[in-house]
């Protein structure tokens, strides 16, 4: 079954002489359970082609579909909740907002989608995550290890 289908995707930036193509004509699948690992050099177009699936930018041609859905026929409000629900990015520098503490950091996200917080599952989320101490510290005052902890259960 085919999870991830990609067909000619292109990305430019700029225009005339400033034209770089990001991304030129890639093309691939994904069938469930494959696992797939893109490699390259910097600058080689791997965090646009990764922002261009997870929805966080728009390809200047070609499709993406995901379980069959084409990710850019949707509006701007459907492609936000597909974003939050069903995109999960973990970036190497973790997508914390610094002025919020552990727990307006990880409820935001299902806020922002209009959800209540289920306040069972964010204390067992604290629990496991050894967070459970840290909920009013800020970004700045948790270790690497837990802002890492904190950004990837923000849902």
Avoid: C, W
């Amino acid at each position: 079954m085919e999870i991830l289908k990609i067909e000619n995707l292109t990305k430019t930036y700029g225009e005339g002489s400033t034209l770089v193509k990001a991304l030129d004509n890639v093309s691939f699948t994904v069938e469930k359970g494959e696992f797939l690992a893109i490699i390259g050099p910097s600058g080689s177009g791997k965090s646009t082609l990764l922002h261009i699936i997870g929805g966080v930018d728009r390809p200047t041609s070609g499709k993406v579909y995901m379980d069959g859905q084409d990710v850019y026929a949707q509006d701007e409000e459907q492609l936000a909740v597909f974003r939050r629900r069903q995109v999960g990015l973990i970036y190497q520098f973790y997508n914390l907002i610094p002025v919020l503490n552990v727990v307006e950091n990880m409820t935001l996200p299902v806020l922002m989608d209009g959800r209540e917080v289920n306040q069972q599952r964010l204390s067992e989320l604290l629990d496991v995550l050894g967070l459970k101490e840290r909920t009013a510290n800020l970004p700045n005052q948790l270790s690497g290890g837990q802002q890492q902890r904190v950004s990837r259960h923000s849902s």
